[in-house]
């Protein structure tokens, strides 16, 4: 495969970094607020930090997969699924948290980033099984 293949999952690790400083910082302006979003354990207040960390959490994994692609061996094209399995959890993931925090109701839309990363990861596994 293209060594350049997976840049993409290059930038997003990085661009989940900065998402997670900023969005750590925008909640830490009020975090000393008991009454913010309706208190510390708070169902909004928690998909909240929740989103917050799936950016640092999901950019170590898109991280983690880019450097797992340097292996020379690597080549299947699964491996395309799983880079794009990936993106889409990364994605998908602080948005359906923030979405979650106001509209309970939409709880399956946590469907699309758990499936998509678990079909990267699913992928990712299968690759390396062949080495």
């Not at 794009?84 to 959890?89: M, P, Q, Y």
């Not at 079909?119 to 099984?129: A, H």
Request: hydrophobic share 55%.
């Amino acid at each position: 495969m293209n060594p350049h293949s997976f840049q993409i999952n290059l930038a997003l690790a990085w661009l989940g970094m900065a998402l997670g400083f900023a969005s750590g910082s925008a909640l830490g302006l009020k975090f000393h607020r008991e009454d913010w979003l309706g208190g510390y354990g708070s169902f909004r207040r928690r998909l909240y930090r929740l989103g917050h960390i799936s950016f640092f959490g999901l950019a170590v994994v898109n991280l983690m997969f880019y450097f797992t692609t340097r292996l020379p061996a690597l080549a299947g094209a699964s491996l395309a699924v799983a880079s794009w399995g990936f993106v889409i959890g990364a994605i998908a993931m602080p948005i359906c948290c923030f979405i979650m925090a106001h509209q309970p109701k939409l709880r399956l839309l946590f469907l699309v980033p758990v499936l998509s990363l678990i079909v990267g990861s699913l992928s990712t596994i299968w690759e390396i099984s062949k080495l």
